[in-house]
């Protein structure tokens, strides 16, 4: 396949829900419903969000990034909340996507950058994710999972194979913690942690402050063990840890959704809280942004 000019035509702010320009999907009323169900187990058919184009964030150097629909947690603070439900995202041809990331490839070698795989949940759809990233890695480009760990299982030993990196949000530190901010268990995410260093994928740990909700120092303290453990079983394994503070750009979504937003009045940490915390991070050697 080759690469068409590299036109920055993605939006150009961060805002999952700019759509799906540039890449076609597929008419429901041509295709039935088992053709769709089995497309999509084939990993062919995707549900998919949105996609950007952005630059430091989601990875290294300049990213195409790909919002699929469907998760399974239920974030108090989740950003993109119109993109938990698989039924509300378009049904994406993986090939038509792969087609938009080869648009880029002179960008991503210029920049370091590639593709990233978001949500969502990109686990919800493993067959397609699976897909996506051996076509992205036929292509040449580097490529990135975000991705909470809660359904690290999904992940095949060849997804793993075919991915750069994954950036793995560690959502608080403490088993009723994580359950008050995700309504799920922490152990799953843990787990697949430990597994990415055991098959050598590079990890950038994200960790949400919250004030009132994820502040605990305690908290704070188990997340960062949790990231040094990490690192333990292969040191080299957790590149960064990014400590990322809240803020309350998702509550015009939450209400255009009809959701309660049980943070609607919950403030942004101040920088110096921030700092604290990531030198907290830093005490356990690991290199905190």
């Known amino acids: 396949m080759t690469a068409g000019p590299a036109l920055l035509d993605a939006p150009s702010r961060r805002r999952a829900g700019a759509g799906l320009r540039g890449i076609e999907t597929v008419d429901t009323e041509e295709v039935g419903r088992s053709d769709r169900l089995a497309l999509m187990r084939s990993g062919e058919l995707g549900s998919v969000h949105s996609w950007e184009l952005v630059t430091a964030v989601d990875g290294p150097g300049t990213r195409l990034t790909v919002f699929l629909s469907g998760c399974p947690l239920r974030c108090l603070y989740c950003h993109n909340p119109d993109t938990l439900a698989m039924k509300d995202g378009e ?11 080869a648009r ?10 590639g593709l990233t795989l978001s949500g969502g949940e990109v686990l919800m759809q493993p067959a397609f994710a699976a897909r996506v990233l051996r076509g992205a890695k036929e292509l040449g480009v ?25 950036l793995l949000d560690i959502k608080a530190g403490d088993e009723e913690t994580y ?13 697949f942690g430990r597994r990415l260093a055991e098959r050598g ?15 605990d120092p305690e908290n704070v303290a188990a997340v960062a063990r949790h990231a ?23 509550r015009d979504k939450w209400a255009e959704l009809g959701r309660t937003y049980e943070l609607d009045g919950t403030e942004p940490p101040t920088p110096e809280a921030t700092e604290d915390v990531r030198d907290v991070f830093r005490a356990h050697g690991l290199t905190t942004y």
Request: glycine share 8%; no cysteine.
């Open 104 to 113: 880029y490839r002179g960008i991503f070698s210029a920049t370091g950058g």
């Open 228 to 250: 040094a453990e990490i690192e333990t079983v292969r040191p080299g394994t957790v590149e960064r840890v990014e400590v990322l503070p809240f803020h309350q750009m998702a």
């Open 201 to 215: 994928v590079k990890v950038w740990v994200r960790f949400v402050l919250v004030p009132g909700l994820t502040d």
């Open 142 to 166: 580097h490529t990135t999972l975000d991705t909470s760990g809660f359904l690290g299982a999904n992940a095949t030993d060849a997804i793993l194979d075919d991915t750069d990196l994954v």
């Open 91 to 101: 049904p994406v041809l993986a090939e038509d996507l792969l087609a938009r990331v």
């Open 179 to 191: 359950r008050r901010v995700t309504g799920r268990s922490l152990a799953p995410t843990l787990r």
